[in-house]
């Protein structure tokens, strides 16, 4: 098993400038955020169909919040040949130890098995229709660029949107926007977002959501516990004392969570009653 810091230990001990700093962001946030666990989409999700189409729509922010992390990894360690070291040994650690469990978690037999194809397999195991998320897969197989596949196939424009948006900031190289973009457009706000999506689903449809149901509870569980706290010491070893940095950030997530508010704005809009 990894070795893995508390929450209180990864953020405890940072310097009391850095947790200034990171209590800053979180209070600006904090209305961006209220407006996320206040959106009308989750008491909307009443049955197996309204939740079909959110995990036809989700699936696209579950894939891309891989590519924000893969980016990561490219900047903060080395992944070429020959092998150098590369960046701080602390960001190298806290980013390798969130793609361990992201890309290679355990499925309920203990298999390994990353978060996105685990989400894939909730999707049939519910029948939701996976076949956009296939395509749009094999087209980057092929080396059809990201924005090709969101022009030339049939995505949902705030989907298209919200994977767009991604892209720009990955495309940026600025790391701390990047991280930032992860740890408060993302890794911060998911375990309350699904706490709110959870509700008495798969009580109602027993066997229908086993593989949903263990998909959030592993994010409930490594996002809250672990990978929040990490993402945030990234983020404050990545902006150090640059005043600059840290109103970039803020700005970075703010966006992010708009965009994630105009996704969900999307998806209401295509649930079955409205």
């Given at each position: 098993m990894p070795v893995t810091l508390e929450k209180s230990e990864s953020l405890s001990n940072l310097s009391p400038?850095?947790?200034?700093?990171?209590?800053?962001?979180?209070?600006?946030?904090r209305p961006h955020r209220e407006a996320l666990m206040q959106h009308p989409l989750y008491e909307s999700i009443y049955d197996l169909t309204d939740l079909r189409v959110?995990?036809?729509?989700?699936?696209?922010?579950?894939?891309?919040?891989?590519?924000?992390?893969?980016?990561?990894?490219?900047?903060?360690?080395?992944v070429d040949v020959p092998w150098t070291p590369h960046g701080s040994p602390a960001n190298r650690r806290l980013i390798n130890?969130?793609?361990?469990?992201?890309?290679?978690?355990?499925?309920?037999?203990?298999?390994?098995i990353s978060h996105f194809e685990l989400y894939v397999r909730a999707m049939e195991e519910c029948g939701a229709d996976v076949r956009l998320?296939?395509?749009?897969?094999?087209?980057?197989?092929?080396?059809?660029?990201?924005?090709?596949q969101l022009e030339n196939l049939p995505v949902p424009g705030h989907t298209h949107d919200?994977?767009?948006?991604?892209?720009?900031?990955?495309?940026?190289?600025?790391?701390?926007?990047?991280?930032?973009?992860?740890?408060?457009?993302?890794?911060?706000?998911?375990?309350?977002?699904?706490?709110?999506?959870?509700g008495d689903l798969n009580r109602r449809y027993p066997g229908t959501?086993?593989?949903f149901q263990y998909y959030m509870d592993r994010h409930i569980q490594l996002d809250d516990e672990?990978?929040?706290p990490l993402a945030m010491r990234m983020v404050a070893e990545l902006c150090g004392q640059?005043?600059?940095k840290w109103q970039e950030c803020l700005q970075e997530a703010v966006a992010c969570q708009k965009m994630r508010l105009h996704l969900w704005d999307g998806i209401l809009a295509n649930l079955p009653r409205y």
């Open positions: 400038y850095y947790q200034e700093k990171i209590s800053w962001l979180q209070q600006a946030l959110f995990m036809e729509h989700h699936i696209f922010a579950v894939w891309d919040f891989m590519s924000l992390l893969k980016s990561l990894q490219r900047h903060l360690t080395c130890e969130i793609v361990l469990e992201e890309e290679t978690d355990i499925d309920p037999a203990g298999n390994p998320i296939h395509e749009f897969m094999a087209g980057l197989h092929q080396g059809k660029s990201v924005f090709a919200f994977v767009a948006h991604t892209f720009q900031i990955i495309n940026s190289g600025q790391v701390h926007r990047i991280a930032a973009a992860f740890t408060f457009g993302r890794e911060d706000v998911i375990p309350d977002m699904f706490r709110c999506l959870v959501l086993d593989t672990v990978h929040s640059d005043e600059h």
